[in-house]
């Protein structure tokens, strides 16, 4: 059975995740903004930027908390 989904396109938007160890970072491409969460799993609140701007805080105990706090940003 052939796929229904349209052909993918050079312009179509993609989310671009690179979780490490204490950082995530994601960005929509092409020209979408930036997210970065900083010290996950670290005590304290976790800085979370968009495009260099910090913009929010809160405990990040693991990449998934981060990835909703990135998305929330």
Same mark, same amino acid.
Do not use: C, W
């Given at each position: 059975?052939?796929?229904?989904? =349209? ?11 690179? *979780?490490?160890? $204490?950082?995530?970072?994601? !960005? #929509?491409?092409?020209?979408? =903004? ?11 609140? *976790?800085?979370? $930027?968009?495009?260099?701007? !910090? #913009? ?16 929330? *940003?």
């Amino acid at each position: 059975m052939p796929d229904a989904r =349209p052909p993918f396109s050079p312009t179509d938007p993609v989310l671009v995740v690179n *979780a490490g160890s $204490s950082s995530l970072k994601a !960005r #929509v491409l092409p020209g979408g =903004p930036s997210l970065l969460v900083e010290r996950i799993g670290e005590p304290g609140d *976790a800085p979370i $930027s968009v495009d260099g701007t !910090r #913009v929010a805080s809160r405990p990040v105990a693991d990449a998934h908390q981060a990835f909703e706090a990135a998305i929330d *940003a």
